[in-house]
Every structure is written in structure tokens, then in C-alpha cells.
DNA sequence: ACCCAGGCGGGCG
DNA sequence: CGCCCGCATGGG
């Protein structure tokens, strides 16, 4: 069992996080119902009002997958101090307001580097879509479930495969990723570097820019001072902070960083992304 | 039919 | 540096 104050399972995975295109959840009369696969095994978790339960197969023990539970829905961060650092306004209160209890889920980095190369100009639904089909296409199959597929599955398939899955134009990108992570980039090597080093280094990869980068370091490297702008943040901060005029990247970038300092900017970002997506358009 | 989606690389001035 | 373009695909 595990004590889970402000989590909301539904928020966390509905909100666009690599978890979403990897889990299985349902919400039923029990309560909260997640399933997903790592390469160790199987997480099933049961959440009913603040308490998890939680089952678990292959190499897991009851001490590793609570450990793997807590650190990838970000169990121990302190959204106390959270939400009083990043409700600076009106608008980021009432995201707060919105969705409390939407964590910043932390996973496995070539899982968050492959989901969000596929996210680019796309919709999550599609996104959803292609992960299924990826997985289910270059995953090990563990019965049930497959797996995620492994960077060097990914590498040894052919472009015409990958396409197959619905990717578009992404498929060099993600053929490439791939490659670097199952042959070169030294994916552990971030872990130990500062945001800016560890940002400059995934931008040296094809298919990554400034976005992408944010989106890894964030949700793949538990780096929580990312912030990533995509099109929804960069419209709702340009409505709610700029009196609706165009602003660069960079500029909305230095904002950020002025208005939200430390460690948060990351979770000013999901709820930005989310209030803004959901109930402001 | 048209527009947009968790952008990026390349080319231009 | 900033700006503009093309890019696959499917849903609204």
C-alpha cells in the first residue's frame, strides 16, 4: 500500500505524458485502474481515494515496483510547495483549481525520446494511435501485453515498417533517434548534466529540437526546470500573459523562467498546457 | 473542402 | 538572430 495525496491518475494520463501511450486505465466503481508494462515486467495499480494498491510480475519484488510506482507518477514530489510556487495568478490557480493532482510522470528516456520525435506536428490522439501500432508491431510480446520496443529493435526495421505504423515523415527521425540510442548517444550520460548541457546534447540528434528536448528532459530525465513550448502553450501564455500578441520562443522561454524560478517550471507547464487545452481553447 | 495537431530542418535575408 | 516553407496523416 501507498499513501497518494493529491494524485489524480486520470489527469496524469489523460494530460499528454509518454505513460498515456504505454498504459492501460480505467476508472470504475473500485476506483482508479492502471496498468502499463516496463522492462522488467508488469504494474497494476488500484487507487482509492489517497491509497494505492498494487500488484506486480516478472523481475519485480514488493519493494522494487513500489519504488518504480512512486518514482514514475512522481509520488515524491511536494505539491504543496509546488502549487505555491507555481500559482503566481488567476489563470494558474484555477489550472490548479482544474486539475489537482496532475503529477509529472517520470519515465524511461529513450520511451519519452520515441513518443515525443512521434509527437511532432501531430494530436494525441494520433500519437496514441501510432504508439499502439509501434508497439505492438517491435514490441516483445509478453502475452498479455507487448513491451515497449527496444531503441535497437527500432533500428534494425526497415523505413517502409516504421511508415507502416502511421508515422508520416517522422520515420527518419525516428530511425535515426533509434540508431543513436542503440549504437552511440550516451543516453546515461544526462543523468549528471546540467539542463542546459543535457538540452544542447539531445538537440545534436535528428528529429530533436527545442521542444522535444524539454519534453525528454522533463518527462524522460526528471529534470523538472524544463519547459516545453509547444503550440497550445505558446497560444494561451501569448493570450494570457502578452495581451494576445505574437511572441518569440525565446521570449516566452525568458517569461518562464522570470516568473516561475527553481525547480517548477515544468509543472507550470503541464498545468498551462492542460487548463489552456481543455477549458480555454 | 478546409483547418489543425504537444515541431523540425533547411533556406533566406 | 527571425521568418517562412514543406512535411504525412486523420479527425473535426
Not at 179 to 185: I, V
Request: aromatic content about 12%; some cysteine.
Amino acid at each position: 500500500m501507498i499513501l497518494a495525496r493529491d494524485l489524480s491518475i486520470r489527469h496524469t494520463v489523460a494530460s499528454g505524458q509518454p505513460l498515456a501511450f504505454y498504459s492501460h486505465y480505467s476508472n470504475g466503481k473500485h476506483g482508479e485502474d492502471l496498468r502499463y508494462v516496463t522492462q522488467a515486467g508488469e504494474i497494476s495499480i488500484l487507487k482509492r481515494s489517497g491509497r494505492i494498491s498494487f500488484c506486480f510480475s516478472g523481475e519485480y519484488t514488493e519493494k522494487s515496483a513500489k519504488d518504480e510506482i512512486v518514482s514514475r507518477l512522481g509520488l515524491g514530489d511536494d505539491m504543496g510547495e509546488i502549487y505555491r510556487n507555481i500559482g503566481t495568478d488567476q489563470f494558474m490557480e484555477d489550472a490548479i483549481k482544474s486539475f489537482k493532482g496532475l503529477r509529472i510522470t517520470r519515465n524511461d528516456p529513450w520511451e519519452a525520446t520515441l513518443c515525443f520525435v512521434i509527437s511532432q506536428f501531430n494530436n494525441i490522439k494520433r500519437i496514441r494511435g501510432i504508439m499502439g501500432r509501434m508497439i505492438g508491431e517491435f514490441g516483445e510480446d509478453r502475452g498479455k501485453y507487448h513491451a515497449f520496443p527496444t531503441p535497437e529493435a527500432i533500428a534494425s526495421a526497415d523505413l517502409g515498417a516504421i511508415r507502416a505504423c502511421g508515422t508520416g515523415f517522422r520515420d527518419r527521425y525516428i530511425k535515426s533517434v533509434a540508431e543513436e540510442f542503440a549504437f552511440s548517444f550516451d543516453k546515461k550520460k544526462l543523468y549528471g548534466m546540467g539542463y542546459g548541457d543535457a538540452k544542447a546534447a539531445l538537440m545534436e540528434l535528428d528529429g530533436i529540437g527545442d521542444k522535444v528536448a524539454d519534453c525528454i528532459l522533463l518527462f524522460g530525465y526528471n529534470k523538472l526546470e524544463a519547459f516545453p513550448i509547444d503550440t497550445w502553450v505558446k497560444r494561451i501564455m501569448e493570450r494570457v500573459y502578452f495581451k494576445g500578441r505574437k511572441t518569440s520562443i525565446r521570449k516566452l522561454h525568458e517569461f518562464a523562467a522570470e516568473r516561475w524560478p527553481g525547480r517548477y517550471q515544468g509543472y507550470a507547464q503541464q498545468y498551462i498546457f492542460w487548463h489552456g487545452r481543455e477549458n480555454i481553447g
